[in-house]
């Protein structure tokens, strides 16, 4: 098959694997090869166990792998055959030095750009499918410059807006693609030639051009508003359990006025996923760092928020339980951050599982698409703490039987269809279920005899 275009693309995660796999197999002239120094992870891309569980990405892959989709370990490689190169590796908050807690770190941005800069000859377009600080195109700019022998470049930003779980849908019908460059000639050829790529299967008035700077910031408020939303209807939920009204029909009752609209006002433990919490902090540092002390502070609340309802959520499961979970056998369905995802980055479960541990309890924990080993690996470390009262079981009713009270912690759909009454029976009593996400049928729950809690649910 000939190639019309070769692109590469530096990151084999979350969205680097699904997004090159969409790109290959709607333009199957174009080749696309997908790198990361990490064996396991190409080894899976490679497999029929993909690293990623996405609903439809399977399909994705298969549709293009090895036709002109690749999956290598060869960095440099595909950096020196490509004519576009994509860069998605992870940009994680520090954990050390300046900025630890906030900001980004970029050290694997800034290696990205120094390897591009060593392999290419030639022109390349770079662009960046992370989500960075503002500013980062010139601080890539200038290492690329300034390293590269006979490279030249153009950096744009191109972020990432698809959500977890529905990441294929996302991608095959995204609500818009932005791309932003340099405002000169250079850089608006540049821009072009990527948005010709998206446009071969997305609408051209779903393209978004701007600046490099619009699109920078643009990514990291898009998630400091989504977070907001959440954080907002959350300080909600305990307002209304406080004072009888319903959390979903405040939410539908506001989401029926089509300035606010009715998405992403579901109550529930407390949002997750690798995106929010980074990218809200980011923010904030940002804000900090350009003298805005009043901004930072506003943004800030909204993973204060955050925090607060995680650990009023397991507060209450220790207060309803006469004050003691101690030596209890506590039930966790779903442990993933959301549901239709294997991803478990900043899930509320960890906290939630974590402030049941350290109250002596024994915490069982049931999802669907987590291995025993991330499960173990998020809420007690990588050490080689043991401690034998978190347990990994294989399925929904091992997790509840015999359990004091079972908390539901990730939305899947499989828990909605579960023989509650058979739960029952199978607990201790009284029956307790909290509900971290407002997906159970409450009224039958509790005609068959559970306690149950809700949020935002009156008593
Ligand atoms: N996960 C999401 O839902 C999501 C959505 C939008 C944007 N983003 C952003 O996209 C970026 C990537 O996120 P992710 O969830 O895919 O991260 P991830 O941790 O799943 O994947 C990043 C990968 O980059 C690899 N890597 C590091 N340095 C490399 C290098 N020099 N060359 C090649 N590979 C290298 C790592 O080994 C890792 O496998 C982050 O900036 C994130 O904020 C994520």
Same mark, same amino acid.
């Given at each position: 098959m000939s190639t019309s275009l070769s692109i590469c693309c530096l990151g084999a995660g979350y969205v680097g694997g699904p997004t090159m796999a969409m790109i290959a197999a709607k &333009?199957?002239?174009?080749?696309?090869? *997908? =790198?990361?120094p990490n064996e396991k992870r190409i080894a899976a891309w490679n497999s029929d166990a993909l690293p990623v569980y996405e609903p439809g990405l399977q399909q994705v892959v298969e549709s293009a792998r090895n036709r002109n989709l690749f999956f290598s370990t060869d960095v440099r490689k595909a950096i020196r055959e490509a004519d576009i190169i994509f860069v998605s590796v992870g940009t994680p908050t520090k954990t050390y030095g300046v900025g630890a807690g906030r900001a980004a770190d970029l050290k694997y941005i800034e290696s990205a750009a120094r390897m591009i800069a060593e392999e290419s000859v030639g022109p390349k377009i770079i662009v960046e499918k992370s989500t960075i600080p503002v500013k980062t195109a010139e601080a890539m700019l200038t290492i690329l410059r300034s390293n590269s022998k006979s490279g030249?470049? %153009? *950096? $744009? +930003?191109?972020? @990432?807006?698809l959500a977890e779980g529905t990441a294929i849908e996302d991608l095959e019908n995204p609500d818009r693609v932005l791309i932003g460059g340099e405002q000169t000639p250079e850089g608006l050829a540049a821009i072009e030639k990527v948005a010709a790529i998206y446009a071969r299967w997305i609408p051209r008035e779903k393209i978004l051009a701007t600046n490099l700077w619009s699109s920078e910031l643009s990514k990291l408020v898009a998630n400091a508003f989504l977070a907001q939303r959440i954080s907002s209807i959350n300080s909600?939920? /305990?307002? &209304?359990? /406080?004072t009888g009204a319903d959390v979903d029909e405040v939410a539908r009752a506001i989401g029926k006025d089509s300035r606010i609209g009715p998405k992403f006002l579901k109550a529930s *433990?407390?949002?997750?996923?690798?995106?929010?919490?980074?990218?809200?902090?980011?923010?904030?540092? $940002?804000?900090?760092?350009?003298?805005?002390?009043?901004v930072a502070a506003y943004w800030e609340s909204v993973v204060k928020m955050n925090d607060w309802q995680k650990s009023r959520f397991s507060g209450r499961i220790v207060s309803d339980l006469f004050n003691t979970v101690n030596g209890k056998h506590i039930g966790i369905l779903g442990f993933a951050f959301k549901k239709d995802t294997n991803d =478990?980055?900043? =899930? !509320? !479960?960890?906290?939630? &599982?974590?402030? $049941? $541990? !350290? @109250?002596? !309890?024994?915490?069982? #924990?049931?999802?669907? %698409? #987590? +291995? @025993? @080993? %991330?499960?173990?690996a998020d809420v007690l470390g990588t050490g080689t703490n043991p401690n034998p009262n978190l347990i990994v079981v294989k399925t929904a009713l091992e997790a509840c039987d015999g359990a004091h009270a079972v908390a539901v912690l990730t939305e899947w759909d499989e828990f909605k269809d579960l023989d509650f009454q058979k739960i029952h029976h199978g607990m201790l009593k009284p029956a307790f279920l909290f509900d971290g996400r407002n997906i159970l049928p409450h009224a039958k729950l509790k005609e068959i005899g559970f306690r149950v809690f809700a949020i935002g649910k009156p008593a």
């Open positions: &333009c199957p002239d174009i080749r696309v090869t *997908v =790198t990361d030249t470049f %153009q *950096v $744009l +930003s191109n972020p @990432e807006f909600i939920s /305990a307002l &209304c359990e /406080a *433990v407390g949002y997750g996923g690798s995106c929010f919490q980074k990218d809200i902090l980011n923010l904030t540092y $940002l804000c900090q760092h350009f003298g805005l002390p009043e =478990t980055r900043e =899930t !509320a !479960a960890i906290s939630v &599982c974590r402030d $049941l $541990l !350290a @109250e002596g !309890a024994k915490v069982v #924990v049931y999802d669907p %698409q #987590v +291995s @025993e @080993e %991330q499960i173990r």
